[in-house]
């Protein structure tokens, strides 16, 4: 699978011969191999994750009985309901911690170059370029998902106020989820899109380090191209069915926000190398429906969507 792409940033346009092989691709060299090998032990379990969470029910009508008619037995009931329930969010939280580690090592394989040799990264290690559409489609998939159940967070809030109880009452409880680890979980479960910000806070702390093997131009320079890439090989028509142009459009709209938080700029100023308004437009042309989370997360999670330079039909067009 290959596609000719043409980007057009600023006043310069350029032709790109990439081809991104997002179904077949394969590492090439022992150095792809390695890194492809620990991002893809993490990835592996990255449909599980979603299948639990599409899954998850929740605890609504026991908390609710617990709250309202208050015993020891509604009490008990509430309690045996949520302790399972906060294993599986434990278990989304811990895997999220398993991408935050092993992310890194994509941005620093694919994108140390510059200019052309960027593009050469992204050729010469297709396989590590699709485990980075991947994160984003696995990401924006989560956050979709989580953001329909209202019930993750309020479970885990009742969690935490009666932990807190039964710790005053019972100081030789035995406790599973104690307060750091219960700390760090309820800030990532009260995010409206947590993964997608793992994601980005990851990679700005990430450029913090000193030294970084990694500069923040060079990561804005590199998910702008796999967003423009990403773009065109949808608009293209190359795919015949909906999941590989969705994976696709993911991968286009997790790289978009991140740049939008790295780049001082941000994505949407006119100047932008990223072929923003034809993201946006085929976003919303694409499918009824299918797209409307894509959409929100660059209404919701970027920061510079409402910036003077911004030129008013993209606002427009995300309105």
Request: aromatic share 8%.
């Given at each position: 699978m290959g596609v000719l792409i043409s980007i057009i940033?600023?006043?310069?346009?350029?032709?790109?011969?990439?081809?991104?092989?997002?179904?077949?691709?394969?590492p090439q060299t022992e150095k792809e191999k390695e890194i492809h090998s620990q991002v893809a032990e993490v990835l592996n379990k990255a449909e599980l994750i979603l299948e639990k969470l599409a899954a998850y029910k929740g605890c609504e009508e026991f908390i609710r009985a617990a709250i309202s008619k208050p015993s020891e037995e509604t009490d008990k009931a509430a309690w045996n309901a949520i302790l399972p329930a906060v294993e599986t969010l434990q278990e989304f939280y811990e895997f999220s911690v398993e991408v935050e580690k092993i992310y890194p090592r994509l941005l620093t394989s694919l994108f140390a170059?510059?200019?052309?040799?960027?593009?050469?990264?992204?050729?010469?290690?297709?396989?590590?370029?699709?485990?980075?559409?991947?994160?984003?489609?696995?990401a924006l998939r989560f956050d979709d998902k989580k953001m329909l159940n209202p019930g993750i967070q309020n479970d885990?809030?009742?969690y935490r106020r009666t932990l807190s109880r039964i710790?005053?009452?019972?100081?030789?409880?035995?406790?599973?989820i104690k307060d750091e680890l219960a700390n760090r979980m309820s800030l990532f479960f009260a995010y409206p899109t947590p993964m997608m910000k793992v994601l980005t806070?990851?990679?700005?702390?990430?450029?913090?380090?000193e030294p970084c093997p990694i500069n923040k131009g060079q990561v804005v320079a590199g998910y702008s191209l796999m967003a423009n890439v990403c773009l065109d090989m949808v608009e293209r028509g190359r795919f015949t069915n909906v999941k590989t142009n969705m994976f696709c459009l993911r991968g286009m709209t997790g790289s978009i926000v991140l740049v939008d938080h790295l780049d001082p700029?941000?994505?949407?100023?006119k100047k932008s190398v990223i072929n923003v308004k034809?993201?946006?437009?085929?976003?919303?042309?694409?499918?009824?429906?299918?797209t409307e989370g894509l959409i929100n997360a660059l209404r919701y999670t970027t920061v510079h969507l409402n910036d003077a330079d911004t030129p008013p039909t993209i606002k427009l067009l995300l309105q």
């Amino acid at each position: 699978m290959g596609v000719l792409i043409s980007i057009i940033g600023g006043k310069e346009k350029m032709t790109i011969d990439i081809w991104l092989d997002f179904e077949d691709a394969t590492p090439q060299t022992e150095k792809e191999k390695e890194i492809h090998s620990q991002v893809a032990e993490v990835l592996n379990k990255a449909e599980l994750i979603l299948e639990k969470l599409a899954a998850y029910k929740g605890c609504e009508e026991f908390i609710r009985a617990a709250i309202s008619k208050p015993s020891e037995e509604t009490d008990k009931a509430a309690w045996n309901a949520i302790l399972p329930a906060v294993e599986t969010l434990q278990e989304f939280y811990e895997f999220s911690v398993e991408v935050e580690k092993i992310y890194p090592r994509l941005l620093t394989s694919l994108f140390a170059a510059e200019d052309d040799s960027l593009k050469s990264n992204l050729k010469g290690q297709q396989s590590l370029a699709k485990q980075l559409a991947d994160i984003f489609d696995f990401a924006l998939r989560f956050d979709d998902k989580k953001m329909l159940n209202p019930g993750i967070q309020n479970d885990f809030s009742y969690y935490r106020r009666t932990l807190s109880r039964i710790k005053m009452t019972n100081k030789g409880a035995e406790i599973k989820i104690k307060d750091e680890l219960a700390n760090r979980m309820s800030l990532f479960f009260a995010y409206p899109t947590p993964m997608m910000k793992v994601l980005t806070d990851t990679t700005v702390n990430f450029l913090k380090n000193e030294p970084c093997p990694i500069n923040k131009g060079q990561v804005v320079a590199g998910y702008s191209l796999m967003a423009n890439v990403c773009l065109d090989m949808v608009e293209r028509g190359r795919f015949t069915n909906v999941k590989t142009n969705m994976f696709c459009l993911r991968g286009m709209t997790g790289s978009i926000v991140l740049v939008d938080h790295l780049d001082p700029l941000g994505a949407f100023h006119k100047k932008s190398v990223i072929n923003v308004k034809g993201a946006i437009t085929k976003l919303k042309n694409f499918q009824e429906d299918a797209t409307e989370g894509l959409i929100n997360a660059l209404r919701y999670t970027t920061v510079h969507l409402n910036d003077a330079d911004t030129p008013p039909t993209i606002k427009l067009l995300l309105q």
